[in-house]
């Protein structure tokens, strides 16, 4: 999707508050356009941050899947100790509304309660490690969650497989279309995609590794207050395997020399909950490599979002050492 205008995204998201009766009380900023749109909804009088908006992108999900993940939502909220953002119900008491653009598209818009804290500081070593010992049991509180919750093969997700994340169906693109990519890391990429396909396949999907994720469990879907960490954005969950949401809090800085400690402190925090067996952390390296496929996929998909080009810097460099080491550990 192109986000060059701007101007049609502000259009909705004005009218989406007249869905809320907000229109005379509230304004919305944009926050950020990545995979939707994402805004700040302020009183215009007091500042106070009433909500989050988000606008999803047309075709990426459809009305009943979005219908699903506001379900999870409220599940969590209710039969967990974790913190998420629960929507607020339009006037007609819908959690989701429609509104035309003027380009004659509908769009479906969500406003979610706004959860004050900040996202984790990367610069901070300790902290960080600290704050993935939490991470690890928020975790699994929604693993074990999804578990024993009876509506949850009931919910409308994709399914998080080889073939949706780096196959022929990827969701997010084709990772080889990635700029900086040569024919030579192209050929080591694809030696690194056939291993992560034969160990996945090993490895099975069980109900024990398999089950409706977050799938996107990175720093920026973090926030924290104190030791409470909070969970947001939930737009990519769906059913996959449960080291992809490990793998996904790697997201972006997966050949960081601290990502051993980081995943030593998720592992702490997660067996606080649930059992991780030793078939679990013998293909920790295979999701982390599947995952830093997906997002170089992504960085090639999404060239108009905002945080790509910071990002792409060094991306391939960081990749091929990442290929390399794993390569020589199960090439």
């Known amino acids: 999707m192109a986000f060059e205008n701007t101007e049609l995204f502000d259009q909705i998201a004005t009218d989406a508050l007249k869905n809320y009766g907000w229109e005379d009380t509230d304004e919305s ?30 075709g990426y999900h459809t009305l009943e899947e979005l219908n699903s993940e506001m379900k999870w939502l ?21 959690d989701i509304q429609v509104v035309k653009g003027n380009d004659g598209r509908n769009y479906y818009c969500v406003i979610c309660e706004y959860l004050p804290g900040d996202p984790p500081d990367e610069n901070n070593e300790a902290q960080m490690v600290k704050q993935f010992s939490y991470l690890g049991e928020t975790t699994a509180y929604l693993h074990r ?17 080889y073939d949706t994340i780096i196959g022929d169906h990827a ?22 995609a056939v291993i992560i396909k034969k160990r996945l396949q090993r490895y099975g ?6 089950g409706l994720i977050h799938a996107d469990l990175r720093l920026a879907n973090l926030l924290l207050e104190g030791d409470q960490i909070k969970v947001i954005d939930f737009d990519d969950c769906g059913f996959g395997w449960h080291l992809h949401d490990l793998a996904s809090a790697l997201s972006f800085m997966e050949e960081k020399p601290i990502v ?8 702490d925090g997660y067996r606080k909950v649930l059992p991780f067996t030793d078939t679990d952390f013998e293909e920790i390296d295979t999701f982390i490599m599947l995952r830093r496929l997906q997002l170089t996929a992504w960085l090639a998909s999404h060239k108009e979002s905002g945080p790509v080009a910071e990002l792409s810097v060094g991306w391939m460099d960081g990749t091929i050492e990442l290929a390399e080491r794993y390569l020589r550990l199960f090439g």
Request: no cysteine; proline share 6%.
């Open 29 to 58: 900023k944009l926050i950020v356009l990545s995979e939707n749109a994402t805004y700040m909804v302020k009183n215009k009088e007091t500042g106070e941050k009433d909500g989050v908006l988000r606008i999803s992108r047309p």
């Open 74 to 94: 409220n599940q969590i909220n209710e039969y967990t100790p974790l913190i998420v953002a629960n929507p607020i119900k339009g006037l007609n008491g819908e």
């Open 145 to 161: 969650q999804t578990e024993i919750w009876n509506g949850t093969a009931k919910l409308d997700r994709m399914e998080w497989n």
């Open 171 to 192: 969701a997010w693109g084709r990772w080889q279309d990635f700029p900086d990519m040569t024919p030579k890391a192209q050929r080591m990429l694809e030696e690194v």
């Open 205 to 210: 999907k069980t109900e024990n590794n398999y």
């Open 260 to 267: 051993p400690k980081l995943v030593n402190a998720w592992l």
